[in-house]
Each structure stands twice: as structure tokens, then as C-alpha cells.
């Protein structure tokens, strides 16, 4: 019987990630379909993959258990290597945003329109807060309505000082306002919060550290009573109830991790 149905999930998950690599997204009639990972969205991606690993560990390890197991080691780690790789990004972006209003004041002082001072930013900027810039250019060059292209950079940025930047210069485009003093302000303002940002950061890295360091116990725990009583512990890995047990713990880890992680986030 669990050989059937461990067969059965397993031809499920094997047509469902044929299928899902099958589809793709609206298109014209006539146009072909191909199957290109590379072209897929980011959550397609990462679907494929999970229906991979899932897949590749229920096979090898024969376990339905261990194969949700592992599938939702992968979810979980991804989640958490994309999260602190976007939190990164912002938080340089956020101090590069001081730098981007100088640049971007000073020109706008010697008589550049506000379409050459974003140039400007794209020349002397660095990453990643020059694509921002160099995107915003680009659609400027295409004929596209300046006060859309700032609307829609605002909303995907990352970067809260990013947005208050070009919130406020779409603004005071409209309402006529002087923008060097403006950015004057906004740049004193940038200033403060990053340096706060820095001392919560600062604050909250133990609580960060010490979320990683209770979700590793309780592996090392079985890990060091396998290495005691390994006949005693064996029943966790070579049993349904022992493996549903193990995916319990597992579960419980990853969502005291997930809670703990979101505690020490502080928006301010």
C-alpha cells in the first residue's frame, strides 16, 4: 500500500512539473512555444525546483516524509537567501541615496533639466542604485510620460529612501517647487535614518544570532543522541510515525526561525 501511494505522489509531482515547464505566458496565436528555464518567471523557477527536489529525494531515499522534508528545506532557504540578499541591496541603495540627491541637486543648480540630471546620476553613480537611474533614463529616451516612469520606479524599489527620493522629485515637479532645497532636507533626513537603521541593526543582530543558533539545537541534539543511543534514535529515520515526528520538528524549526526573524525586523 505505501508503495502505491508513494508511487502515485510521485507520478503526480513528475506531470505536474512537466506540465508547469510546458506552460508559458500569453502570447499570440502563432507564436511557438518553447520551453526555455532561463526565460521562466521567478516563482515558475522556483516551483520547477521544488518539484525537483522533491522528486530527486523521493526516489533516492524511497520516503515520502523525507522527500516534504527536503522540498521544504529548499522553500525555506530560498525564502531566506532572497529576503537577505533584497534587504542588502536596500540597505546600500538607502546609502546611496545620499549620494544620488548631491549629484542630482548639483546639477539641477547649474541649469540641467531634471532629464539630464538623472543622466547625470547614471554616469557617476555606482550599483545597484545606477540601474535604478539607468532604467528611468531609458524609458525617458523611449518617449515615455517622465511622471509615469517615476510613479512606477517608485513603486518597485526596494529602497525606502529610494522612494521618498522620487516621490518627492515627482512632486515638486508638479507643484512648481524649488528641488535644491528640498533635497537639502530630504538629504539631512537620509542621514538621520540611515544612521538609526545602523544602531537597530546593530541591536537586533543577537536577536538574529541567537533565532540561528535555537534553530541549529535541535539537530545537533539528535545528532548527538544518534551518536549515543543510535538504536533508540534510529526509530526516527527507519519508521513512519519516527519520520512524522522528524517532519514536526522540522516544521516547528523553520516557523520559530521564520517568527524570530520577523521580530527583529524593525520598520521605522
Not at 59 to 71: D, R, S
Not at 106 to 123: D, I, M, P, Y
Amino acid at each position: 500500500m505505501m508503495n502505491l501511494v508513494f508511487f502515485v505522489i510521485c507520478a503526480f509531482f513528475a506531470v505536474f512539473l512537466f506540465a508547469f515547464s510546458l506552460i508559458k505566458g500569453k502570447s499570440g496565436k502563432n507564436e511557438k512555444k518553447k520551453i526555455s528555464f532561463k526565460g521562466m518567471s521567478a516563482g515558475r523557477k522556483r516551483a520547477i525546483i521544488a518539484s525537483t527536489v522533491f522528486l530527486a529525494a523521493a526516489v533516492i531515499l524511497q520516503n515520502i516524509i523525507f522527500a516534504f522534508i527536503f522540498c521544504g528545506l529548499y522553500l525555506y532557504f530560498d525564502w531566506y537567501f532572497r529576503d537577505k540578499k533584497a534587504k542588502e541591496a536596500a540597505a546600500l541603495i538607502d546609502r546611496q541615496v545620499i549620494e544620488a540627491l548631491s549629484i542630482i541637486k548639483n546639477a539641477v543648480q547649474s541649469g540641467q533639466s531634471l532629464v539630464n540630471a538623472v543622466n547625470t546620476a547614471c554616469a557617476e553613480l555606482k550599483e545597484p542604485i545606477k540601474s535604478e537611474f539607468v532604467n528611468i533614463s531609458e524609458k525617458a529616451a523611449l518617449g515615455v510620460n517622465f511622471d509615469k516612469i517615476l510613479s512606477e520606479t517608485s513603486e518597485q524599489s526596494p529602497s525606502k529612501e529610494f522612494r521618498l527620493m522620487i516621490d518627492t522629485i515627482r512632486i515638486s515637479k508638479d507643484s512648481g517647487a524649488s528641488l535644491a532645497g528640498i533635497f537639502d532636507r530630504i538629504t539631512d533626513a537620509a542621514v538621520q535614518r540611515v544612521a538609526i537603521q545602523a544602531k537597530v541593526n546593530a541591536l537586533t543582530a543577537q536577536g538574529r544570532m541567537s533565532g540561528n543558533i535555537v534553530s541549529v539545537i535541535p539537530f545537533v541534539v539528535i545528532l548527538m543522541m544518534y551518536a549515543i543511543e543510535p538504536g533508540m534514535m534510529s526509530s526516527l529515520f527507519t519508521t513512519i510515525a519516527g519520520n512524522i515526528l522528524l517532519l514536526i520538528v522540522v516544521i516547528m524549526v523553520l516557523t520559530g526561525s521564520f517568527v524570530i526573524r520577523k521580530l527583529t525586523e524593525i520598520d521605522f
